[in-house]
């Protein structure tokens, strides 16, 4: 064959070879032919506070935490649940979102529960302490605006006797919904919560010039020996992604796989195409054996609501988002993380923070919601969106974590009683 023909055809087979490997992919990454919500959404209520003055668990009084949020839940895997929270403070805190730093700062606080009934509320057993009456910072920040400003929790998840923490490393707070992270990490903790280290070697590092490593936030949630990690870039407005480990090598970065649309690549996060369009932010999966779907919870900007997708298999397709509860009713929300042990019914318990509200002001919430299944040919109503403590009031537009108030598109509903689910004892952790 002569040359000249050898490589016209060469040059046509690659081309025509991109050509399907990209339309492949198409298929797969195409988000905007999301499938239909599994579920409708109802009788979405505050089954209690957890943290701050007068709280289920009055932790102001005992643990000197006035003001806190996130509540990220998992399975210690010694019947005890994990609660970890954000930046928090004590005597002297502003009562409207988070500050001043004079208030006892701390970047991180750790409590535990052992509660089997939801209906009672997020109760704990203790909070990790660094002297009587005072929750202790699990991992130590600078403290420097433009340096690292602080240390957040996104998940967690214990695999053995061991537990670990994901993190985010803080550079700085920007507008309402963004901020920058220098880099997100692990740490872990061998016994049971009381001290921890971060893990070295373990580093996803993000670009200072375009802040968009896409592995910046975390939630954690094991299957098959895997623990399987979505991430999304810091803020609230990025897609979300999907790697996996196993379970024995979750502090080797090298052999983290991610998950390009169309197979697993051991490549580097730069490979991982998105399983889920953004703006996503603050998210929790949790394993449903009832429904047996995967159910995910975020904040979503757009909506100004904590939305719920749900899939068979964790790598998709997710479907479209379903809005569970939105800033009409509860001013200033953010945050939505699952309780692992209640996903055996048609009840949906999470944590759900709150900037500045009359009712909630940057403090955390159990939250329940029902939900049920939509038979094909059906379609779910809108939520009626009622606000359980008053009228709805905007919510204030400072510090980093209030949303951006605007109407918004459909609501949520409440009232009634929930009916408590039996312990979860699948092997499936979340935070």
């Keep these: 064959m002569p040359k000249i023909t050898f490589n016209i055809l060469l040059a046509a087979l690659v081309v025509s070879g991109l050509i399907f490997t990209l339309s492949t992919r198409q298929t797969y990454y195409n988000l905007k032919d999301e499938i239909p919500s599994s579920f409708a959404v109802s009788n979405v209520y505050s089954v209690a506070q957890v943290t701050g003055k007068n709280s289920l668990n009055d932790t ?66 203790g909070m990790i302490e660094d002297a009587t009456g005072h929750a202790g910072e699990l991992l130590p920040s600078r403290k420097v605006d433009g340096d690292e400003i602080t240390v957040i929790p996104t998940a967690g998840i214990s695999v053995g006797a061991r537990n670990y923490l994901y993190f985010m490393s803080v550079n700085q707070w920007m507008s309402p919904g963004e901020w920058r992270t220098n880099y997100a990490g692990v740490a872990y903790s061998d016994d049971n919560g009381q001290t921890w280290t971060a893990a070295p070697g373990i580093t996803w590092y993000n670009s200072k010039i375009w802040w968009d490593n896409k592995f910046q936030q975390a939630s954690v949630v094991k299957d098959g020996g895997y623990v399987y990690m979505f991430g999304t870039p810091n803020g609230r407005a990025g897609d979300a992604y999907l790697a996996r480990v196993e379970e024995n090598h979750l502090l080797d970065k090298a052999d983290y796989e991610y998950w390009d649309g169309v197979s697993w ?71 939505a993380f699952i309780h692992p042990w209640f996903n055996q019914g048609t009840d949906l318990y999470f944590n759900m923070s709150q900037w500045c509200s009359a009712r909630v002001s940057y403090n955390v919430s ?40 605007k109407e918004p598109s459909d609501g949520d509903s409440f009232g009634g009683s929930g009916n408590p689910s039996p312990l979860n004892e699948v092997n499936r952790q979340v935070s």
């Excluded at 208030?103 to 606080?109: K, L, Q, T």
């Excluded at 899939?311 to 479907?319: E, R």
Aim: negative net charge.
């Design 60 to 125: 102001a009084a005992r643990y000197d935490v006035l003001g806190t949020d996130l509540g990220i839940m998992w399975d210690n895997g010694q019947r005890q649940v994990m609660v970890a929270f954000g930046d928090s403070y004590g005597q002297g805190w502003g009562e409207c979102g988070a500050g001043p730093a004079e208030a006892g700062w701390r970047s991180n606080v750790l409590a535990f529960s052992s509660q089997t009934n939801p209906q009672k509320g997020l109760t704990f057993s």
């Design 265 to 335: 690549q051991l490549e580097g996060e730069q490979t991982a195409t998105p399983v889920v369009e953004g703006p996503v932010g603050e998210i929790s999966v949790q394993y449903n054996s009832y429904f047996k779907r995967w159910l995910m919870t975020y904040m979503d900007e757009s909506r100004q609501a904590i939305v719920l997708r749900d899939a068979a298999a964790l790598t998709g397709p997710w479907s479209a988002p379903r809005t569970v509860v939105n800033s009409a009713s509860y001013p200033g929300l953010y945050g």
């Design 366 to 405: 159990f939250m329940h919601a029902s939900l049920s299944l939509i038979q094909p040919g059906e379609t779910a109503a809108s939520p009626l969106s009622l606000e359980p403590y008053g009228p709805p009031q905007p919510a204030l537009k400072l510090g980093f974590f209030p949303p951006i108030w």
